[in-house]
C-alpha cells in the first residue's frame, strides 16, 4: 500500500511504500533546482526521520529531466539575503547553514539512503548525492561540484568531505578544481557510482538494494550506518573495533538476532519486529 504526501510539503513528494520512503524532488520545470522552499522541506524531512524508525530505508530522486541542477540561482539573485554574499557576513553564514545542514541531517539519521540520480546533478545536487548511502545513475547522469564555475569555492555542502572518501583524492581534486562533469560512466568506473542503468530502470533497479537491506534486521541496519559513519573517520583501528564490538553486543541481546537465527536455520524469510 502506498500512502502519498503524509506531510504536506510543496516541493516534495513522500510515497510511503511499507518501510521504505521514496521522496521526489518535485520541481521539475527547474530542473528541481533548490529554492527556499525546496531546502527547508528537505532538511525538515531528513530531521524528522533521526526519530521516527518506522521509516527503514529512504529512495531520493527527481521529477522530470534531472535529479537536481543545484541552488535556484535565479532565486538567490532576487534575495540577496540568500546569498553567501550577503547583506552581511553574519546573514550569509546562516543562508549558507540552512543549506549545508540537509546533508548533515542526511548522515546523521539513521536509515540508509539511495538516490537514484539522472540527468544533471550539480553543485548542491551533486552534494545530495555524494552525501547518500548507495547511488545508482541512469545513463543520463552528469554530475559536477558547479559552486568553483560560478566564482565561489568548490568545497561546498560537504563535497570536500564526501568526494575524495568516495573515489580518492586524485579524482576529487580534478573534478572540484575544474568543475568539470562527470558522467554516469566514469561514475561507475571510479566507484562513485554503483551501478548504470537505464533511465527508466532506475526504480527497478533498487527494487534488490532494498530488499536486501529489509531483510536485515532493523537495528542492524541503524547501527551500521552508523558505524560506517564512524569508522571512515576513526582514529585507529582500535576504535573502529569498538565501536563494531559495541554493536554486536547490542544486537545480540534482541529478539530480531533470535528470530534472524531461527530464520537462517529454517530457510525462510526472518520476520523482525524491532525489538
Avoid at 10 to 31: C, F, Q, S
Avoid at 201 to 229: F, H, Q, V, W
Avoid at 252 to 264: L, S
Amino acid at each position: 500500500m502506498t500512502e502519498k504526501n503524509a506531510t504536506a510539503y510543496k516541493t516534495l513528494i513522500v510515497e510511503k511504500r511499507g518501510g521504505v520512503d521514496w521522496v521526489t524532488m518535485n520541481r521539475p520545470d527547474a530542473l528541481n533546482a533548490m529554492n527556499r522552499a525546496l531546502v527547508d522541506e528537505l532538511q525538515d524531512y531528513f530531521g524528522r526521520l533521526y526519530t521516527d524508525h518506522s521509516v527503514r530505508v529512504v529512495v531520493l530522486r527527481g521529477a522530470g529531466r534531472a535529479f537536481c541542477a543545484g541552488l535556484d540561482l535565479k532565486e538567490r539573485a532576487n534575495r540577496p539575503e540568500d546569498a553567501a554574499t550577503g547583506a552581511s557576513p553574519q546573514a550569509g553564514l546562516v543562508a549558507q547553514r540552512r543549506i549545508s545542514e540537509i546533508v548533515m541531517r542526511m548522515r546523521r539519521c539513521p536509515q540508509p539512503i539511495v538516490s537514484l540520480v539522472h540527468g544533471p546533478a550539480c553543485g548542491g545536487g551533486f552534494a545530495l548525492a555524494l552525501a547518500s548511502d548507495i547511488r545508482i545513475a541512469g545513463e543520463s547522469a552528469r554530475m559536477n561540484a558547479a559552486f568553483i564555475r560560478i566564482g565561489l569555492s568548490a568545497c561546498d555542502i560537504g563535497v570536500s568531505y564526501f568526494l575524495p572518501r568516495l573515489v580518492g583524492v586524485s579524482v576529487a581534486s580534478e573534478l572540484m578544481m575544474t568543475g568539470r562533469f562527470i558522467d554516469a560512466a566514469r561514475a561507475e568506473r571510479v566507484g562513485l557510482v554503483s551501478e548504470v542503468v537505464p533511465d527508466e530502470k532506475l526504480a527497478d533497479a533498487a527494487a534488490p538494494y532494498i530488499e536486501e537491506m529489509l531483510t536485515t534486521s532493523p537495528l542492524g541496519l541503524r547501527l551500521t550506518k552508523e558505524c560506517l559513519n564512524m569508522s571512515v573517520d576513526a582514529g585507529s583501528l582500535e576504535a573502529a573495533v569498538a565501536m563494531e564490538d559495541r554493536n554486536q553486543i547490542l544486537c545480540a541481546q534482541t529478539n530480531d538476532f533470535r528470530e534472524g537465527i531461527g530464520a537462517f536455520l529454517g530457510k525462510r524469510r526472518p520476520e523482525y519486529t524491532d525489538s
